[in-house]
């Protein structure tokens, strides 16, 4: 989602982004800063934020094992998404058989999701 | 929001520390049994501790809801060899275990788990897993037992890996814990095992630990303690930016347990043994990509005409139907699965596999890249339970893969998974995921060793037991942790009924104290740990890899020693998440050394534990086809010999049935 620039933004001196980036990202109109997510992640990626209510600030993205646990502690779906750094999700690809179209995780234009839940 | 750089450049301002900081204050906590690490084993190994009656702590380094290398889920249950539908008796599975390694293997505990295997996943199924089929979605399968509703996996004639849905099976577990009484301190990075009068090789009574929230000190007295940790990770491969979501195991995963241990003076064996390091994390997302291994057994791969691979038996014979690939053939007793501990298996203990000389078919143009796993080759039932069931339980698919996949439009039943493009040799082995030729050669993991213990789960350190799948020697996969903790905290809960107060060595206590808050008094500009890590894994890598002989493994040693006086001991936390990482940089520093003095005493190499000493080339010579025990006696090492059958052996009785009626 791009947000709006102001030409006149002031640039600081930062340490380079981390990499992975962010492991995961939390959608402000849906999280209320429970830090349930935060309670329950085994390596602290994520801290709370100082303002009450707000969402968690990621702060140790490269500790990340990416288990989905945060997500699935979360009350409130779709505030909180596990996201595969770029060089995974660009690994995962998968080719229609009857089209021959070749889809990736992370496309521009993906295909409708797929609704059927796991088994259990 | 959600980034620190996003918080920074919109407020202007650092964010504090969130939680109250105190270095200073020293909290007690008194116990009966302690146990350190709350992972699946360590939670089962509380949770029948406390059933018996006395009071049980358990330190855990994150949060003992969802963490460990069995937090996120598991599919599938080895050695449930006493479950009503298994043709396999534990006699048979343990003896194909230890032959398989040549002997190789703790007999005694391989035995411990194939007879109480099955019992323990009955008492996950009452906390609330799911172990059977009960909405009857596999009806009419051939993997399912329509009486019992059980699911069979990889071998469908013998039955004793079976299907489960655990992804939540962490998350029952800590609640029947809490239900039980278990008082559980997360959080806690353990730094020492107490001995009784500070002295090194007595009686353990406790462990200290620093809380990576608030940097407060905990000493813990316990009249008996269990070990549950985890492997040694980062101790031979440091590149988190790297691994990522390829990780195994989580970033705890420092050898705490072990550091611990050899610290205080327990014994060892095979810390020498180690291989070619395919699972560290190098290739991609586990079960991201197609394949055809482990969980995906049974998986048509197809090359980019849609040309089908052959699917072949232990001995190279090429199977005929998609039925085969889950039967044993002739000539074997039944198949063993991948993941449980055994680096190796004899043909007639072999899974069906895809042809192994696939990597020389594609170069020869037999075969056209890229590769896919084509699973709407299959029947319903198979798809479903490969991509729907296994995937969607497996440790670190239910979210990452299964919700992610389907979420951006994979459809098992219309689509073909590519498998990675990768250098030939790479399809040698199934599991295309793991990409072996992603990981160089020079990064190899330990493997096999761990504590030795004796029939009760017991070190030579009279109160120290073990329960945990990859620390304790003869351990294996997930459900080996849950069932060696569940014995190893009956008898730690029996041994700490009779046992004797402890008390703490106060001298021994404020020496752990002031080691572990060294960092945080240092120059806030020095060394960090992940730079400190870094470098003891190129150490482990450069002196004690594949190849080694006695003067690398001494220049190793000395280096690991110097790092302890120099950027290590000058290194700097700024808050206790750091510090607790340092913290775990001295425990791998530790493990290191133990691989090392383990490796400097096998003065012979060994084909089994891949283990090559330039200086004595001849393997596998006769006169070493021994354990040597290792320990530490006043810091110095101290090493014996034991046969490989020692578990059969006085003071031992000479059948595993009697030692388990004797034992258990």
């Given at each position: 989602?791009?947000?709006?620039?102001?030409?006149?933004?002031?640039?600081?001196?930062?340490?380079?982004?981390?990499?992975?980036?962010?492991?995961?990202?939390?959608?402000?109109?849906?999280?209320?800063?429970?830090?349930?997510?935060?309670?329950?992640?085994?390596?602290?990626?994520?801290?709370?934020?100082?303002?009450?209510?707000?969402?968690?600030?990621?702060?140790?993205?490269?500790?990340?094992?990416?288990?989905?646990?945060?997500?699935?502690?979360?009350?409130?779906?779709?505030?909180?998404?596990?996201?595969?750094?770029?060089?995974?999700?660009?690994?995962?690809?998968?080719?229609?058989?009857?089209?021959?179209?070749?889809?990736?995780?992370?496309?521009?234009?993906?295909?409708?999701?797929?609704?059927?839940?796991?088994?259990? | 929001?959600?980034?620190?750089?996003?918080?920074?450049?919109?407020?202007?301002?650092?964010?504090?520390?969130?939680?109250?900081?105190?270095?200073?204050?020293?909290?007690?906590?008194?116990?009966?049994?302690?146990?350190?690490?709350?992972?699946?084993?360590?939670?089962?190994?509380?949770?029948?501790?406390?059933?018996?009656?006395?009071?049980?702590?358990?330190?855990?380094?994150?949060?003992?809801?969802?963490?460990?290398?069995?937090?996120?889920?598991?599919?599938?249950?080895?050695?449930?060899?006493?479950?009503?539908?298994?043709?396999?008796?534990?006699?048979?599975?343990?003896?194909?275990?230890?032959?398989?390694?040549?002997?190789?293997?703790?007999?005694?505990?391989?035995?411990?788990?194939?007879?109480?295997?099955?019992?323990?996943?009955?008492?996950?199924?009452?906390?609330?897993?799911?172990?059977?089929?009960?909405?009857?979605?596999?009806?009419?399968?051939?993997?399912?037992?329509?009486?019992?509703?059980?699911?069979?996996?990889?071998?469908?004639?013998?039955?004793?890996?079976?299907?489960?849905?655990?992804?939540?099976?962490?998350?029952?577990?800590?609640?029947?814990?809490?239900?039980?009484?278990?008082?559980?301190?997360?959080?806690?990075?353990?730094?020492?095992?107490?001995?009784?009068?500070?002295?090194?090789?007595?009686?353990?009574?406790?462990?200290?630990?620093?809380?990576?929230?608030?940097?407060?000190?905990?000493?813990?007295?316990?009249?008996?303690?269990?070990?549950?940790?985890?492997?040694?990770?980062?101790?031979?491969?440091?590149?988190?930016?790297?691994?990522?979501?390829?990780?195994?195991?989580?970033?705890?995963?420092?050898?705490?347990?072990?550091?611990?241990?050899?610290?205080?003076?327990?014994?060892?064996?095979?810390?020498?043994?180690?291989?070619?390091?395919?699972?560290?994390?190098?290739?991609?997302?586990?079960?991201?990509?197609?394949?055809?291994?482990?969980?995906?057994?049974?998986?048509?791969?197809?090359?980019?005409?849609?040309?089908?691979?052959?699917?072949?038996?232990?001995?190279?014979?090429?199977?005929?139907?998609?039925?085969?690939?889950?039967?044993?053939?002739?000539?074997?007793?039944?198949?063993?699965?991948?993941?449980?501990?055994?680096?190796?298996?004899?043909?007639?203990?072999?899974?069906?596999?895809?042809?192994?000389?696939?990597?020389?078919?594609?170069?020869?143009?037999?075969?056209?890249?890229?590769?896919?796993?084509?699973?709407?080759?299959?029947?319903?039932?198979?798809?479903?339970?490969?991509?729907?069931?296994?995937?969607?339980?497996?440790?670190?698919?239910?979210?990452?893969?299964?919700?992610?996949?389907?979420?951006?439009?994979?459809?098992?039943?219309?689509?073909?998974?590519?498998?990675?493009?990768?250098?030939?040799e790479g399809y040698f082995n199934s599991n295309y995921w793991s990409a072996a030729p992603n990981t160089p050669s020079v990064v190899r993991m330990l493997g096999g060793g761990g504590f030795l213990v004796d029939w009760n789960l017991m070190t030579n350190l009279e109160g120290l037991y073990i329960g945990a799948g990859s620390t304790l020697f003869g351990g294996g996969c997930h459900g080996e942790s849950h069932t060696t903790g569940r014995y190893a905290g009956r008898h730690?809960?029996?041994?700490?009924?009779?046992?004797?107060?402890?008390?703490?060595?106060?001298?021994?206590?404020?020496?752990?104290?002031?080691?572990?808050?060294?960092?945080?008094?240092?120059?806030?500009?020095?060394?960090?740990?992940?730079?400190?890590?870094?470098?003891?894994?190129?150490?482990?890598?450069?002196?004690?890899?594949?190849?080694?002989?006695?003067?690398?493994?001494?220049?190793?040693?000395?280096?690991?020693?110097?790092?302890?006086?120099?950027?290590?001991?000058?290194?700097?936390?700024?808050?206790?998440?750091?510090?607790?990482?340092?913290?775990?940089?001295?425990?791998?520093?530790?493990?290191?050394?133990?691989?090392?003095?383990?490796?400097?005493?096998?003065?012979?190499?060994?084909?089994?534990?891949?283990?090559?000493?330039?200086?004595?080339?001849?393997?596998?010579?006769?006169?070493?086809?021994?354990?040597?025990?290792?320990?530490?006696?006043?810091?110095?090492?101290?090493?014996?010999?034991?046969?490989?059958?020692?578990?059969?052996?006085?003071?031992?009785?000479?059948?595993?049935?009697?030692?388990?009626?004797?034992?258990?």
């Open positions: 989602m791009e947000r709006e620039m102001k030409m006149s933004e002031k640039s600081y001196i930062l340490p380079n982004p981390p990499t992975p980036n962010k492991a995961v990202e939390f959608n402000p109109d849906i999280c209320i800063g429970c830090n349930l997510c935060v309670d329950v992640c085994p390596t602290d990626v994520m801290l709370p934020n100082p303002e009450k209510g707000k969402e968690p600030i990621v702060v140790y993205p490269e500790e990340c094992w990416y288990c989905g646990g945060c997500v699935e502690e979360c009350p409130r779906p779709g505030a909180i998404t596990m996201l595969h750094p770029t060089q995974q999700r660009i690994s995962m690809n998968w080719k229609r058989k009857d089209t021959g179209e070749y889809y990736r995780l992370g496309m521009k234009n993906p295909p409708p999701p797929n609704t059927r839940p796991p088994s259990g | 929001m959600s980034t620190w750089h996003e918080y920074i450049q919109a407020t202007g301002k650092l964010p504090e520390w969130p939680y109250p900081v105190d270095y200073n204050k020293v909290n007690e906590v008194v116990t009966d049994v302690l146990v350190v690490g709350g992972g699946v084993a360590g939670l089962q190994a509380a949770i029948n501790a406390a059933k018996k009656g006395v009071k049980v702590a358990v330190a855990e380094r994150g949060h003992a809801k969802r963490s460990g290398a069995g937090g996120a889920g598991v599919d599938h249950w080895h050695g449930a060899v006493t479950n009503p539908c298994s043709k396999v008796t534990p006699e048979e599975y343990t003896q194909g275990c230890y032959d398989s390694m040549a002997g190789w293997t703790g007999g005694h505990v391989r035995y411990i788990i194939t007879r109480e295997s099955w019992d323990t996943l009955l008492e996950c199924e009452k906390m609330g897993v799911q172990i059977r089929d009960v909405n009857d979605e596999f009806k009419g399968a051939n993997f399912r037992d329509d009486e019992t509703k059980l699911m069979f996996a990889y071998d469908y004639r013998s039955r004793h890996m079976l299907r489960i849905w655990g992804y939540n099976i962490k998350v029952r577990v800590y609640e029947e814990a809490r239900r039980v009484g278990v008082d559980i301190f997360n959080r806690m990075m353990v730094t020492s095992l107490l001995n009784e009068g500070g002295r090194q090789g007595n009686r353990i009574i406790g462990a200290t630990a620093v809380d990576t929230h608030t940097g407060e000190f905990y000493v813990f007295r316990s009249k008996a303690t269990i070990i549950a940790t985890g492997g040694a990770g980062r101790l031979t491969l440091f590149s988190p930016e790297m691994t990522a979501s390829g990780a195994m195991s989580d970033m705890n995963n420092a050898g705490v347990g072990q550091a611990i241990g050899w610290n205080a003076g327990a014994e060892f064996v095979c810390m020498e043994a180690s291989g070619p390091g395919r699972l560290t994390g190098l290739g991609y997302a586990p079960y991201s990509m197609g394949n055809a291994g482990n969980t995906f057994h049974g998986t048509p791969i197809v090359d980019a005409d849609g040309k089908e691979v052959p699917w072949v038996d232990p001995f190279g014979r090429e199977l005929n139907t998609v039925e085969d690939r889950f039967i044993p053939q002739d000539g074997q007793q039944f198949s063993l699965g991948i993941g449980i501990g055994i680096s190796r298996t004899n043909k007639e203990f072999g899974l069906n596999d895809i042809t192994p000389d696939l990597p020389e078919r594609i170069e020869k143009g037999e075969f056209k890249l890229p590769l896919y796993a084509d699973l709407t080759r299959l029947p319903e039932h198979e798809r479903r339970v490969i991509f729907g069931m296994m995937v969607g339980n497996e440790g670190k698919t239910r979210i990452p893969i299964y919700n992610t996949m389907t979420r951006a439009g994979f459809d098992p039943d219309k689509d073909m998974f590519q498998a990675p493009v990768m250098p030939l730690a809960a029996e041994y700490a009924r009779t046992a004797q107060e402890p008390v703490a060595d106060r001298q021994q206590v404020e020496a752990e104290r002031t080691r572990a808050y060294t960092a945080v008094k240092q120059n806030k500009g020095n060394n960090g740990w992940k730079e400190i890590n870094a470098a003891i894994a190129r150490i482990m890598r450069d002196y004690c890899g594949r190849h080694k002989n006695e003067m690398t493994l001494n220049l190793g040693l000395r280096l690991l020693n110097e790092l302890k006086t120099t950027e290590l001991s000058s290194a700097y936390a700024s808050n206790p998440h750091e510090l607790g990482r340092l913290l775990e940089c001295q425990a791998l520093v530790s493990v290191g050394e133990l691989a090392i003095k383990s490796s400097l005493e096998r003065k012979a190499s060994n084909s089994i534990l891949d283990f090559h000493r330039l200086d004595y080339p001849d393997m596998d010579p006769s006169g070493w086809n021994k354990l040597l025990p290792i320990r530490q006696e006043e810091n110095k090492v101290v090493v014996r010999e034991l046969p490989l059958d020692f578990h059969l052996k006085a003071p031992y009785a000479a059948s595993y049935e009697e030692n388990y009626q004797r034992y258990a």
